[in-house]
């Protein structure tokens, strides 16, 4: 069976950091359109970032200048680098795998379960 795995969820302060992983079993995650989604409470799932074949990257705006998607094709794995994070970036967040037309949309066909991510003091 086909499974994305989001590891490196947790607790953290505003302004810290965390990195999130997405591991892929039985799935060739350079051969596809990596994203990240999140998801608060009472919210509708959102694009994060995403990442191409190529590698081009695209982020929504509340993230620019904090988050950074990568790949590591030799591990299988898209990586998630959150900086300075804020309260408002509480919400479990997901990886997803697929040929989207619009990159931070929710076209893709392969999601993780998600991984709660929470920033407060």
């Known amino acids: 069976q086909l499974q994305l795995v989001e590891s490196g969820g947790g607790l953290v302060q505003p302004g810290g950091s965390l990195r999130l992983s997405c591991a892929a079993s039985r799935l060739t995650l350079s051969h596809y359109t990596i994203g990240w989604f999140r998801q608060a409470p009472g919210k509708e799932r959102e694009g994060v970032t995403c990442?191409?074949?190529?590698?081009?990257?695209y982020y929504a705006d509340s993230v620019k200048g904090r988050f950074t998607i990568s790949r590591d094709n030799a591990k299988n794995t898209v990586f998630l680098q959150m900086n300075s994070l804020k309260p408002e970036d509480t919400a479990v967040y997901y990886c997803?795998?697929?040929?989207?037309?619009?990159?931070?949309?929710?076209?893709?066909?392969?999601w993780g379960q998600g991984i709660q991510v929470t920033v407060s003091s």
């Open positions: 990442i191409s074949t190529y590698g081009s990257t």
């Open positions: 997803a795998a697929g040929f989207p037309r619009v990159c931070l949309s929710r076209q893709y066909d392969y």
